[in-house]
């Protein structure tokens, strides 16, 4: 199928688990305002989705998919399925005996975890046992990720997607039960956290056995295969490693401030929303198709399939960027602001996000142009420019967060300031590595396409800041701000489209044939299996 076909499933999917997501958000918001309980539950939530994104949807992942990919064509189905579960097998055992270790530490943990509140015993501990709870989860998630890979490899992509709507749907419900107490809710939440992981896991893994994956668990053993899938994963765990640690850091400062946790998480879950929906579902339905253009040594190919995913992804990622930009405070009031969460609370959670919003072209990029690295099995070159955007961020998030708090301001503010610019640099230096290693150079049609849709984003971004200026009279006349956020939305929206097509950055003849084509090989109907139906 197109690019464009499979990544409209995994967005589609990813859109549905995102309003779920948001609707979860909402609630926590709701239920644990922002102050040390809430501050306590996404601190938890810090740690486990750390290692998660290390072990699991990180370098083992990313590893894993050109490896499994190449095996799947070279030497068939049982060959390739036997190397996933030689992996799932090492990959359980690492991750077990790390989530053991961690629980026993947790409490020495958090003194950098949460080094903010060292000195309110109840809320440190509090956030010691949540993470504890919760830590289960990364088990759990490093056999659902395998699994995708897997599926993702034989160009299925339903059943993958659809698996962190579990996620949401258990944390919702355990909210549900119990949030009339601030603390129950944060427990229960912290417990659905961790039986989702299970359902994940039992979601994925079924669903490859119903499409003919047949995988068994042997002894842990370092293989020949297992081994050439660690000594890959190495430096990209090294990368994400030096990627998490600015996580680590930004939230280390950050529990200096109370609700600043918090504040950044609210503000993380919007901008996350276009990475998820754009950024990571072309990249995943991109790598599988770069994998294939490299082994067979198509050189062009390869090239416009990066300039198509680029020119994909900027189409969505631009005008969202450019909402957090121009009306941040709109957004987060509108969405967030009730129960415990207060409208002073938004109006600082919008401070951080629209220093997220110039970042997330970055975001997005990174994940379209690291494919590029991982299907020539490259996990060095990411790794190197990881570690340089990782002590950038480092170093200016903490002199930004002092330099503020010492001038009277909040700090927060500047530990995003910090995460969007280190982004960008990171980003340069993918594209800088490709252009001299010949992988990638964007044609000038390209270029033009980037020009006019940045012309529509910026008319879109005058309307917002409008819309913002008046967003008092806007929910006057609506009836309420919920109506306003959503009317802004729908009509920011067709206004965009509107001056997107107009300008010819988007065509209605682009738009038919990536959503009917096939991609099509030279001696073969279709290129990529087509049943990712679900």
């Not at 339903?158 to 944390?171: D, K």
């Not at 955007?389 to 530990?415: E, K, Y």
């Not at 910090?418 to 340069?428: C, E, F, K, L, R």
Request: charged share 15%.
């Amino acid at each position: 199928m197109s690019l464009a076909r499979n990544t409209a499933v995994i967005g589609g999917l990813t859109l549905v688990s995102r309003v779920l997501g948001l609707a979860r958000d909402l609630l926590l918001a709701a239920a644990l305002g922002a102050g040390p309980v809430a501050d306590a539950f996404f601190a938890a939530l810090r740690f486990p989705n750390l290692f998660r994104r290390l072990f699991a949807e990180g370098a083992f992942s990313q590893a894993f998919v050109p490896v499994y990919a190449k095996t799947l064509r070279g030497e068939g189905e049982d060959a390739a399925d036997r190397l996933a579960g030689e992996a799932v097998s090492v990959l359980l055992l690492a991750t077990t005996v790390l989530s053991a270790a961690a629980i026993f530490a947790m409490p020495w943990i958090n003194l950098v975890m949460f080094a903010g509140y060292a000195d309110e015993p109840d809320a440190f501990n509090f956030a010691t046992l949540l993470t504890q709870i919760a830590m289960p989860y990364l088990v759990a998630m490093s056999v659902a990720t395998l699994y995708s890979g897997v599926l993702n490899s034989r160009g299925v992509f339903f059943v993958a997607a659809a698996a962190p709507i579990l996620f949401n749907l258990c944390i919702l419900a355990a909210l549900l039960l119990f949030r009339d107490s601030p603390r129950q809710a944060a427990i229960a939440a912290a417990v659905g956290v961790s039986i989702s992981g299970v359902l994940q896991a039992a979601w994925v893994y079924l669903g490859a056995r119903s499409r003919g994956v047949r995988t068994y668990f042997p002894a842990p053993k370092i293989t020949p295969g297992v081994r050439r899938l660690f000594a890959l994963a190495a430096p990209g765990a090294i990368a994400g490693g030096a990627l998490q640690i600015n996580v680590i850091v930004s939230q280390a400062l950050a529990s200096f401030e109370s609700g600043a946790i918090t504040y950044l998480n609210v503000a993380d879950r919007l901008y996350q929303l276009p990475l998820g929906l754009i950024g990571i579902a072309v990249g995943v339905a991109m790598l599988p198709r770069l994998a294939r253009l490299v082994q067979e040594d198509d050189a062009p190919g390869a090239r416009t399939a990066l300039d198509d995913a680029v020119a994909l992804s900027m189409a969505f990622t631009l005008p969202a960027a450019a909402a957090m930009l121009a009306a941040p405070n709109l957004l987060l009031d509108g969405l967030f602001t009730r129960g415990a969460f207060t409208a002073q609370d938004a109006e600082n959670a919008a401070l951080a996000l629209f220093h997220y919003g110039w970042g997330v072209p970055a975001f997005v990029l990174a994940k379209i142009y690291a494919p590029a690295f991982f299907a020539r099995e490259d996990t060095r070159a990411p790794m190197r420019y990881a570690i340089v955007s990782m002590a950038l961020n480092v170093f200016f998030g903490a002199a930004l967060f002092f330099g503020l708090r010492a001038a009277g301001m909040p700090g927060f503010p500047g530990l995003a300031v910090a995460t969007s610019a280190a982004a960008w640099v990171n980003v340069a230096l993918m594209i800088r590595s490709l252009i001299a290693r010949k992988a990638y150079a964007p044609s000038a049609g390209a270029i033009s396409r980037l020009v006019r849709l940045l012309a529509a984003s910026g008319l879109l971004f005058v309307a917002l800041a409008v819309a913002q200026a008046n967003s008092g009279a806007l929910a006057a006349a609506l009836g309420n701000k919920e109506f306003a956020v959503l009317a802004v939305i729908l009509g920011a929206g067709v206004f965009y489209f509107a001056w997107a097509f107009l300008l010819r950055a988007v065509t209605w003849r682009e738009v038919r044939d990536n959503l009917l084509k096939r991609e099509r090989g030279p001696d073969r109907p279709d290129t990529l299996p087509t049943s990712f139906d679900g």
